[in-house]
């Protein structure tokens, strides 16, 4: 396993204003970039994503590139390996509030799940 990957998102998505989840042209998405991230998990014991010249990053955009990680991997596993070194007070917080929005949807499949299932 290599050290560290570093990613800035802003050579990755070619734009400074992000939003939206997918891309219908395939030009780089949020989804692209969860995808990219879940490539390289295994592969490195620490990824770290920069976010300098980035402008602005919609809820829809946080949650599909990053939130959606947790579906694969819990917070602690998140937290021991992604890093967000130059994030902004700011970012910071609406990435919390994504996370806590996507840690509500897991669960609430979760117990629909279990409900269906008799669990």
């Known amino acids: 396993m290599e050290n ?6 802003y050579k990755f998505m070619g734009n400074d204003m992000l939003s939206g989840r ?3 042209d395939g030009s780089p998405s949020a989804e692209s970039f969860r995808k990219h991230i879940l490539e390289n998990w295994n592969r ?3 990824i770290s994503i920069t976010l ?8 829809p955009f946080l949650d ?13 596993e998140f937290n021991q390996k992604i890093h ?9 917080k ?3 509030n994504a996370f806590k929005i996507r840690l509500k949807i897991i669960q609430s499949k ?3 799940d279990e409900d269906a299932f008799g669990l």
């Open 4 to 9: 560290e990957l570093v990613v800035s998102v």
């Open 44 to 46: 490195y014991e620490r």
């Open 64 to 76: 599909e590139a990053f939130a959606k990680l947790l579906e694969d991997h819990s917070l602690d």
């Open 84 to 92: 967000f070194p130059d994030a902004k007070e700011n970012t910071v």
């Open 22 to 24: 997918t891309s219908e």
């Open 110 to 112: 979760k117990s629909k």
């Open 52 to 59: 300098d010249s980035i402008v602005q990053m919609t809820r």
């Open 94 to 96: 609406d990435l919390n």
